[in-house]
């Protein structure tokens, strides 16, 4: 069984700085995929970033970085210069191809104040 | 389509009645993913396909879902004699092909609330 757990329920964060958002996993699959997905309220899960567990750099998306440690099985988000818009739910998410499915966390709601 | 389109997007359902909710998946995505997801929670897997076939309805909750996909591009994620707790969003989501890491792309979701 595969699990991921984001044990943060929820950060609060000045606009402009930085934030981190904590997630850990568990798998025995040696290949496999984590993701970041946005939530705001309408619901619709955005992608934020992906990681490729084989890959041993950081993935990087603008603004979006990730701290994946592998042996830790730790796979933390950092937002810079965060900003109004980047208010939302955010889950931590794997993907195994044993069975095809991703698994997600329990989610963190992250606030940005002005 | 150019994403993941579901209908309907709000749907309010007395206790007992059956709901038929539809997602139309990105064109040539090969699988197709049911999610549930109940207020404040992350979502959780209902099930899995691949072209036409479900591989995997370990996630159903009871015998009262049903879900189909049988040309391989729309699915239909049928609830039957609907209760309380069956209210949440339900996501669809599509891939390229499963078993590859392949992203995995979202519907805005169909709210189901049952009363």
């Known amino acids: 069984a595969q699990t991921v757990t984001q044990s943060q329920p929820e950060m609060s964060v000045q606009e402009a700085e930085t934030v981190t958002l904590s997630c850990t996993y568990d798998t025995s699959e040696n290949n496999y995929y984590l993701f970041w997905y946005k939530q705001p309220p309408s619901r619709q899960m955005i992608l934020v970033i992906r990681?490729?567990?084989?890959?041993?750099q950081n993935a990087t998306e603008n603004r979006f970085s990730v701290n994946f440690q592998k042996a830790a099985k730790s796979f933390s988000l950092k937002i810079s210069d965060s900003q109004l818009g980047d208010t939302a739910m955010y889950f931590c998410a794997l993907y195994t191809g044993a069975n095809s499915k991703l698994t997600f966390g329990k989610g963190i709601t992250l606030s940005v104040r002005p | 389509g150019a994403g993941v389109s579901q209908s309907p997007r709000y749907k309010v359902a007395k206790r007992g009645q059956d709901v038929a909710l539809r997602c139309d998946p990105i064109?040539?995505?090969?699988?197709l993913f049911w999610y549930q997801q109940a207020l404040g929670q992350g979502p959780e897997f209902l099930t899995y396909?691949?072209?036409?076939?479900?591989?995997?309805k370990s996630g159903l909750p009871s015998d009262r879902f049903f879900a189909e996909r049988p040309e391989g591009s729309v699915s239909t994620l049928k609830i039957q004699r609907t209760q309380q707790e069956d209210s949440a969003v339900y996501l669809c989501a599509s891939s390229l092909a499963g078993g590859r890491g392949n992203t995995i792309y979202f519907g805005e979701g169909s709210w189901l609330t049952v009363v």
């Open positions: 396909f691949q072209n036409e076939a479900q591989l995997d």
């Open positions: 990681q490729e567990a084989y890959k041993q």
């Open positions: 064109s040539g995505h090969v699988s």
